[in-house]
């Protein structure tokens, strides 16, 4: 599966290659977060991205749109020329969902519950009620411990290694953690992308009514 990013839609879209030369590749019709194919002119630019084979890898590369056509199983598809050779994306760039899930992280002997604020294949902010616990975790966290979470996805959970980013106080409440994904399995990367493209086209279906 690849992301499509195109100046004709806002949205990031998604779509799945059928095909990839070095001079030419088909994927297919990208799909925004409701799941409808969307049309775009031929000759507009494409930025795709997707994970790459080692762990934590985001790729990515500019195509021009070249033919709308079919897969071999007679989908509709696209087929790209690629404009440059890909390259490693930031982390920053993966798409990111605002989702309220049951979190909880350990550093150390410390542990706290909470729920997260958005999540990405990337990482996730975090929300925790301000606790003996929860101060430790982030105490832990700020001074380098490594962090290990369990994310409910719903309605499967996931468990995945993390590091400290930042640490806000927006109120005297809440205890905000943004940690960033350590060597992040492709299935569980997987599984995260499938949850935020989900909370994405739930959005979108809110959106139009």
């Known amino acids: 599966m690849v992301d499509v990013r195109t100046d004709a839609h806002a949205e990031v879209l998604t779509a799945w290659v059928a095909t990839a030369g070095d001079d030419e590749m088909i994927v297919t019709v990208g799909q925004d977060g409701s799941g409808r194919r969307v049309r775009l002119d031929i000759g507009e ?11 934590g890898l985001l790729l990515g590369m500019p195509t021009e749109l070249l033919e709308v056509t079919k897969t071999d199983d007679e989908e509709p598809a696209w087929r790209l020329r690629p404009l440059a050779p ?6 920053r760039d993966a798409v990111r969902a605002a989702l309220s899930l049951p979190v909880v992280v350990r550093a150390g002997s410390a542990e706290a519950s909470g729920r997260t604020v958005d999540v990405s294949e990337a990482g996730l902010r975090c929300a925790f009620p301000v606790s003996m616990s929860a101060a430790d975790v982030a105490h832990q966290a700020a001074k ?4 290990d979470l369990r994310v409910d996805l ?3 959970a996931i468990t995945a290694s993390a590091r400290f980013v930042r640490e806000r106080r927006q109120s005297t409440a809440v205890i905000d953690l943004s940690m960033a994904f350590v060597d992040l399995p492709e299935r569980t990367g997987d599984l995260i992308r499938a949850r935020v493209f989900r909370a994405l086209r739930e959005e979108r279906v809110r959106s139009l009514r």
């Open 45 to 55: 630019r494409l930025d795709l991205a997707w994970r790459g084979n080692e762990p």
């Open 86 to 91: 890909p390259s490693r994306l930031q982390r």
């Open 144 to 147: 380098g411990a490594p962090l």
């Open 154 to 156: 719903g309605p499967q």
